[in-house]
């Protein structure tokens, strides 16, 4: 399910980006920075900074509560599919991308190798996070890791756009 929904949502991206001109590098730079802001205040959410809860981005209550009672052989794959619609900062960045893509076929193409890439990592993340949450001490240490990592990764992609709009930045020190 979640491979099909990201090659759909793709496509959705790419065929809206066609309408939009994404011809300028400025343009796409500033996309990336404002998606690496968000992701990088989801990563303070993450290490427990109490201001950046304020701005927390969630699903709506109805879906999680129902994803939480509902049994059935399909749940896992509708909740696998839902993932594109997480407030994830990587998958924001590769929704940028497919969205500047301008195309059906290579934003499909985008999000589906996205999709397919981080299978494995998100596979032993989520094993770790298991067994992580099954010990109390170690749930806030994961979080606080994964957290900064998103983090670092916002500060290095926002750092690399100041650098295409030629703007300060951390390179200049």
């Known amino acids: 399910g ?12 790419g065929g809206f980006g066609s309408f939009l001109t994404f011809n300028s590098a400025g343009l796409y730079a500033t996309l990336i920075v404002m ?3 968000i992701m990088g205040l989801i990563g303070l959410q993450m290490a427990g900074v109490s201001w950046a809860q304020r701005f927390a981005i969630s699903l709506p ?5 129902a994803a939480g009672t509902k049994e059935g052989s399909r749940l896992p794959s509708a909740i696998g599919a839902a993932t594109v619609l997480l407030p994830c900062g990587f998958t924001l960045v590769v929704q940028g991308v497919a969205l500047a893509a301008g195309n059906v076929i290579s934003g499909a193409l985008m999000m589906l190798a996205f999709a397919l890439g981080t299978v494995i990592p998100l596979l032993a993340i989520s094993v770790a ?45």
């Open 61 to 65: 209550k109805r879906f999680v509560k």
């Open 129 to 173: 996070g298991v067994k992580a949450s099954s010990k109390p001490h170690w749930r806030a240490r994961f979080s606080l890791v994964a957290g900064m990592l998103l983090v670092v990764f916002a500060v290095y992609n926002i750092n690399a756009q100041f650098n295409v709009l030629g703007w300060k930045s951390l390179s200049d020190v």
């Open 2 to 13: 979640r491979l099909l929904a990201y090659t759909i949502f793709g496509a959705v991206l």
């Open 35 to 37: 998606i690496s802001v």
